[in-house]
């Protein structure tokens, strides 16, 4: 049913494709653009052919702990085009840079005592109750930045364990300012808003303080070299109309693109971030998804490719990373996610010769 719910929008969408060709075609630039890509280099069909952007999954994740700012710094380091700071929010309402709403998986913390007895089972509704943890929205700021984190994946090393220390969104945002990418560009920032309903629920809704975030860093204007993305198709219908800066909608599967799509006003969209998979069928052939968002000028940016983890669903059949990323920049999309950067930037760069 939701595959065909799916199809339906997708057929939708290519229905609309001579339309929307026609008025990319006079379209002067499309998401990412900005970032001194230079449009018709590209021999994949990437939107105006623009060289795609190898964006640092939680910084240089594979290599230091991720969202901290030796991660980013590495990612840069190894030529990357963006960092990925996910938020999530303070008792006291500060952006933090941490991928989940919990504490223990990437940071020290089991080893503060005086945290000991804040442990507690989830609210979090993507957590069940059974889950014994320290939640981020149960301690300041302050608090937080006694913490370091640690690698959390496992077989990675952990030779940086307890060394680095939780960067807020500002913390993040002041760091790209002040850097360059190894080919002399601005840093791009691609910020994802992590359970923004949760947050909300617990008063702090996330959209402003990201866009105010964004505006004290001077990042708030048209083509500054930003992507807001959210897994909830609220939050960014929500933040779409307040800022001129592209919003990516996330979706991990088939079904939650279909879902995505089926919401009224879809698709309110710049970019869209989908897992890996959706963009092909079991047979290696491109699921249309790339082809459909592209005739509506919507760039499409995958996740997320590891050197350490092949994706083992078909057709990808555990082959390494840097095979994937070829087979997936064949389909024309316009950056990738990766906790290896230094292997995307291969894979870009030999993908033209
Ligand atoms: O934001 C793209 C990708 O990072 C989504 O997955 O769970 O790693 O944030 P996750
Ligand atoms: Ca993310």
């Known amino acids: 049913m939701l595959l065909s719910i799916m199809q339906k929008h997708i057929t939708a969408l290519l229905t609309s494709a001579a339309l929307a060709a ?42 230091r702990p991720e969202h901290t700012i030796e991660a980013y710094k590495l990612a840069l380091d190894q030529g990357a085009d963006c960092i990925e700071p996910d938020l999530v929010m303070t008792k006291d309402g500060v952006l933090v840079d941490r991928h989940d709403t919990f504490l223990s998986t990437t940071t020290n913390i089991a080893g503060h005592p005086e945290f000991a007895s804040r442990k507690r089972a989830s609210t979090d509704p993507e957590f069940p109750s059974s889950r014994e943890d320290w939640w981020v929205a149960d301690f300041t700021l302050a608090e937080l930045k006694t913490l370091r984190a640690i690698q959390s994946f496992p077989g990675r090393s952990k030779e940086f364990d307890g060394q680095f220390a939780i960067p807020t969104f500002g913390d993040v945002l002041a760091f790209a300012k002040a850097n360059r990418t190894q080919s002399g560009k ?14 909300a629920a617990l008063g702090h809704p996330m959209a402003l303080p990201i866009l105010d975030a964004l505006k004290a860093h001077g990042f708030d204007r048209k083509g500054a070299p930003i992507f807001i993305q959210s897994f909830e198709p609220p939050f960014v ?14 979706v991990a599967d088939k079904a939650a693109l279909a879902e995505a799509l089926a919401t009224p006003g879809a698709p309110y969209w710049d970019g869209l971030g989908p897992s890996i998979p959706v963009l092909f069928n079991a047979d290696g052939t491109s699921s249309g998804v ?34 994937s990323m070829k087979r997936t920049l064949a389909l024309g999309v316009d950056g990738f996610f990766t906790d290896f950067p230094a292997t995307g930037v291969t894979a870009v760069a030999a993908f033209n010769e």
Not at 29 to 44: I, N, R, V, Y
């Open 22 to 63: 026609t008025a990319l075609a006079s379209c002067a630039t499309a998401p990412g653009q900005s970032l001194g890509q230079s449009p018709g280099k590209w021999s994949a069909p990437s939107l105006n052919h623009t060289k795609p952007l190898v964006i640092a999954h939680r910084g240089a994740s594979g290599l």
């Open 290 to 323: 790339v082809e459909a968002a592209h005739a509506k000028g919507i760039a499409v940016h995958p996740w997320t490719f590891r050197d350490d983890a092949p994706m083992r669903a078909a057709p990808f059949n555990s082959e390494p990373a840097a095979a």
């Open 237 to 250: 219908k929500e933040i779409q109309p307040l800022t001129e800066l592209p919003i990516v909608m996330l």
């Open 186 to 199: 601005v840093v791009c920032v691609y910020p994802e808003a992590k359970s923004p309903a949760y947050h």
